[in-house]
Structures are given as structure tokens and as C-alpha cells.
């Protein structure tokens, strides 16, 4: 059974930070990219960061660059994403996703498996 298991999102003040991460079992992990994506309210998903298969490449939404930063731990199928600096536009369900490549890529088309989600909120 596939399944990628997000956690470390919450309520946290505008300056401050969160660590997110996601577990992923029943599924080839470290021979592909994987990403970060997230939904605000009312509005579409959006990319946020993503990473190659061996760590050697990331890549970032404008938005977040400089903030944000993805890695992963191929030896125990996690991906993280630590955000500092967070501000209220950041407020989002944050969904990690497996690519169908080894390389970066910022598609949502190109992601073919999806964790539910965890909630961050981000309060002025």
C-alpha cells in the first residue's frame, strides 16, 4: 500500500518556523524526486520546492526561496521541508508528492502519488 504520511504542520506567529516532514512506505522512494506543493484556501495547488533523486538538486517557488528548504533521507524514506521565516500568506495544507522522475521538476502533472496533507497556519 502506498502512502505518504505528512506531519510537523501547525499554528505557529508570522517570523517563526516549522519542520515538516513526510514518511513515504510502499513504494520505490530513492530513485525519484520528490516535492513539495500546497493548497491556500479557495485557491489551486501550487509548487513549492522539490528535490532530485540524491539530494544534489533542489529547486524553489520564488515565494519561497530563501526560506524554505527541502532534503530528504533515502535511508529511511523521508523528505522534509523547514520553513523559517514563515508569513501569513505562507497559511496552506502542504502536501509532499512523489515525481515520476529522478530529476527536478516543478509540475503537479508530473507527480504521480500524493500524501493527504498537513495544515499550516501562519497568524499575524
Known amino acids: 500500500q502506498v502512502q505518504l504520511l505528512e506531519s510537523g504542520g501547525g499554528l505557529v506567529q508570522a517570523g517563526g518556523s516549522l519542520r515538516l516532514s513526510c514518511a513515504a512506505s510502499?513504494?520505490?522512494?530513492?530513485?525519484?524526486?520528490m516535492g513539495w506543493f500546497r493548497r491556500a484556501p479557495g485557491k489551486e495547488r501550487k509548487f513549492v520546492a522539490c528535490i532530485n533523486w540524491n539530494g544534489g538538486n533542489e529547486v524553489y517557488a520564488d515565494s519561497v526561496k530563501g526560506r524554505f528548504r527541502i532534503s530528504r533521507d533515502n535511508v529511511n524514506n523521508t523528505v522534509y521541508l523547514q520553513m523559517n521565516g514563515l508569513k501569513p500568506e505562507d497559511t496552506a495544507l502542504y502536501y509532499c508528492?512523489?515525481?515520476?522522475?529522478?530529476?527536478?521538476?516543478?509540475?503537479?502533472?508530473?507527480?504521480?502519488?500524493w500524501g493527504q496533507g498537513t495544515q499550516v497556519t501562519v497568524s499575524s
Open positions: 510502499g513504494l520505490t522512494f530513492s530513485s525519484y524526486a
Open positions: 508528492a512523489r515525481s515520476n522522475s529522478d530529476y527536478v521538476i516543478a509540475l503537479v502533472s508530473e507527480y504521480e502519488y
